[in-house]
């Protein structure tokens, strides 16, 4: 048995390659509207959507103002207009459940994971994007349970929704539990004040972090297992 018994995965930006499905969904619903998108738009819409991202973390919009409020904000910059941002929200929504690329081998990863720990998704998303996503990526099937904001009514790194998955996970020695996200602000920051270990995930060339001091630092996710020493 190793240090913990109890894995949390992020998944966007961890598990799975955020920034390919992204791309791919905005181009598929801009081709679906009828429109074209540049790669220096979606650029652009990226770093829209993580301003969004960030303020929904400081509890200052919710998650419906952010689903359709970063659209606003990107047609109105690149005066899109005829384009309802919240049809365009909900096909984007669906899009983006429907493809999905590993980062590193992370499911191979996962799967032989499986006989040495209990491993769970802890997500910030919208449950049907999430959940489709996941099943079809194989992800799902070797999680022992999935936790999504969304469904929750909490989001990473509100005390919420760390609770909430504190309590439905088996290992209740929060000392035996860490969790892996590439985010300082949601996964770092939440499952330090839950009281868990944390791992970041800082593919090489990210910059940043002197503000959160994480347990551990990996830079491709097969480091993981030097940390559960196994
Ligand atoms: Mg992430």
Redesign the pocket.
């Known amino acids: 048995m190793g240090r913990f018994s109890t894995l949390l995965w ?5 598990l799975l390659d ?1 920034l390919y499905s992204q791309r791919i969904a905005l181009r598929r619903c801009f081709a679906q509207f009828g429109r074209d998108v540049t790669d220096e738009m979606i650029r652009r819409y990226s770093q829209i959507n993580d301003r969004y991202w960030k303020r929904l973390e400081l509890g200052e919009i919710t998650r419906q103002e952010l689903f359709t409020g970063r659209f606003l904000t990107f047609f109105e910059e690149y005066d899109v207009r005829g384009i309802d941002a919240e049809a365009f929200s909900g096909a984007y929504q669906e899009a983006l459940g429907q493809v999905y690329c590993y980062i590193d081998n992370s499911l191979e990863i996962c799967r032989s994971l499986r006989a040495e720990v209990r491993q769970y998704v802890v ?2 998303g919208a449950v049907s994007t999430q959940t489709n996503k996941l099943k079809l990526s194989g992800l799902y099937d070797v999680m022992d349970g999935v936790f999504i904001s969304d469904e929750i009514g909490a989001s990473k790194p509100q005390r919420g929704f760390f609770d909430y998955c504190l309590e439905r996970v088996e290992e209740k020695d929060r000392g035996k539990i860490l969790i892996v ?3 300082l602000t ?2 770092i920051k939440g499952g330090a004040q839950a009281g868990i270990a944390t791992c970041w ?1 800082r593919p090489l060339g990210t910059a940043g972090g002197a503000e959160y001091a994480p347990d551990y630092e990996i830079e491709s996710l097969g480091q993981i297992f030097d940390i559960l020493e196994i």
């Open positions: 992020d998944v966007d930006g961890t955020f997500t910030n996200g590439d985010s949601s996964d995930f």
